[in-house]
Nanobody, 117 residues
Framework: QVQLVESGGGLVQPGGSLRLSCAAS????????MGWYRQVPGKQRELVAI???????DYLDSVKGRFTISRDNTKNTVYLQMNSLKPEDTAVYYC???????????WGRGTQVTVSS
């Protein structure tokens, strides 16, 4: 049974930083693409960042240069370092695991990030 547990969300002022973590269990972590998505009420969930098994990354245009995704295969954990946070980054952030072929995917329960003064 795959389990993804996110942590690190919270309330931060504009311009601040947060680091999200997602610990995975029940999978051969290094074999999967890992991603961070976010969702605000009334809107579709959107992809924020992904990291492949080989370490290649891709980002939502609006977070490029501010967010960094990384993975530690020895700890079965994926991270999202978020700097220069803006109010529009406020959302529930979800961790996602999937195969490269999209034949399998699973989600964490999400962690709330609120950027407000």
């Amino acid at each position: 049974q795959v389990q993804l547990v996110e942590s690190g969300g919270g309330l931060v002022q504009p311009g601040g930083s947060l680091r999200l973590s997602c610990a995975a269990s029940g999978i051969i972590f290094s074999s999967y693409v890992m991603g961070w998505y976010r969702q605000v009420p009334g809107k579709q969930r959107e992809l924020v960042a992904i990291i492949t098994t080989g370490g290649s990354t891709d980002y939502l245009d609006s977070v490029k240069g501010r967010f960094t995704i990384s993975r530690d295969n020895t700890k079965n954990t994926v991270y999202l370092q978020m700097n220069s946070l803006k109010p529009e980054d406020t959302a529930v952030y979800y961790c996602n695991v999937r195969t490269a072929s999209f034949s399998y995917t699973s989600w964490g329960r999400g962690t709330q990030v609120t950027v407000s003064s």
